[in-house]
């Protein structure tokens, strides 16, 4: 894993907050991938060795019909930036788990308190 596309449906800024000197981080946008199917932007993750990471379920699709690639998926909604950043920040432990294992795909949730 060399690190994360982030798909449209996500803001450019959060590759700014995620990215590492170890860790590669790109949104579709700055790939030429605005409004481009989902099917090439899968193939481009795979080709890439990135992570998808999305707000977009038809990418937990592509992951379960497809060989290879992996896909983090964030089932939160709408939220501002910081929330965001926030909610993956609190899920950093995870993701490095999910980033060491053969899985294949990690749904993030917001968890009902």
Known sequence: MSGFLLDENLPRQLAE??????????????????ATSDASIW?????ANLVVVTKDSDFLELATVSATGR???LAVGNMKLATLCAFIEGHVQVIHEFL???DRIL???????
């Open 17 to 34: 907050f995620l990215r590492a000197p170890t860790v590669q981080v790109v949104h579709v946008g700055d790939e030429g991938f605005l």
């Open 43 to 47: 193939e481009f993750s795979i080709l």
């Open 107 to 113: 749904i993030l949730r917001i968890e009902n308190r």
């Open 71 to 73: 896909v983090i998926h």
């Open 100 to 102: 060491r294992s053969a």
